[in-house]
T-cell receptor, first 112, second 114 residues
Framework: GQNIDQPTEMTATEGAIVQINCTYQTSGFNGLFWYQQHAGEAPTFLSYNVLDGLEEKGRFSSFLSRSKGYSYLLLKELQMKDSASYLCAVRDRVTGGFKTIFGAGTRLFVKA | GAGVSQSPRYKVAKRGQDVALRCDPISGHVSLFWYQQALGQGPEFLTYFQNEAQLDKSGLPSDRFFAERPEGSVSTLKIQRTQQEDSAVYLC????????????FGPGTRLLVL
């Protein structure tokens, strides 16, 4: 079956760095996404990894190890507006196409 | 530019009522997805369309749930005889092509069944 695990909540200080981990199990891995979701709003795309390694995009970086079924999202120079849920999602190849499976999300609280 | 839009944004229904939720994807996007998101959880896949074809409906929780996309653009998710457990946010997402494209989400419809 498919399973995605990520911590429920994390707290960090403004200006600091935080790493949000995600582990997954799928049968037909075809890429991993990170989305940001503010309360009451739609998820917005942050990053996509399909090959092993680190993808950097401004203050946000995402890492993938396919052999370990592991990814992390790294947020640098934290700002108060980064307080949100961060969703790890895995695209799985299934009969007839692809399916994206989401984790429950990690709620990040950034404090002053 | 125009993103994914959904209507209504909020819907209150009495148990047993039928509801219809609308999704307008980004123009030209081939793929359309419906998700159900309970409070404090990630989105759960419901169904997927490629143009007008419904390729996967394995996530629909019961035969009370029905989705269509007759002309390959606008989609409607219909829930018949709503139950309290149907209360959730229903998210629609679209992507440009089939398969490996990023999904862009609409603001969701918050459904409350009393």
């Amino acid at each position: 079956g498919q399973n995605i695990d990520q911590p429920t909540e994390m707290t960090a200080t403004e200006g600091a760095i935080v790493q949000i981990n995600c582990t997954y199990q799928t049968s037909g891995f075809n890429g991993l996404f990170w989305y940001q979701q503010h309360a009451g709003e739609a998820p917005t795309f942050l990053s996509y990894n399909v090959l092993d390694g680190l993808e950097e995009k401004g203050r946000f970086s995402s890492f993938l190890s396919r052999s370990k079924g592991y990814s992390y999202l790294l947020l640098k120079e934290l700002q108060m507006k980064d307080s949100a849920s961060y969703l790890c999602a895995v695209r799985d190849r299934v009969t007839g196409g692809f399916k994206t499976i989401f984790g429950a999300g990690t709620r990040l609280f950034v404090k002053a | 530019g125009a993103g994914v839009s959904q209507s209504p944004r909020y819907k209150v229904a009495k148990r047993g009522q039928d509801v219809a939720l609308r999704c307008d994807p980004i123009s030209g996007h081939v793929s359309l997805f419906w998700y159900q998101q309970a409070l404090g959880q990630g989105p759960e896949f419901l169904t997927y369309f490629q143009n007008e074809a419904q390729l996967d409906k394995s996530g629909l929780p019961s035969d009370r749930f029905f989705a269509e996309r007759p002309e390959g653009s606008v989609s409607t998710l219909k829930i018949q005889r709503t139950q309290q457990e149907d209360s959730a946010v229903y998210l629609c997402a679209s992507s440009l092509l089939a398969g490996v494209e990023t999904q862009y989400f609409g603001p969701g419809t918050r459904l409350l069944v009393l």
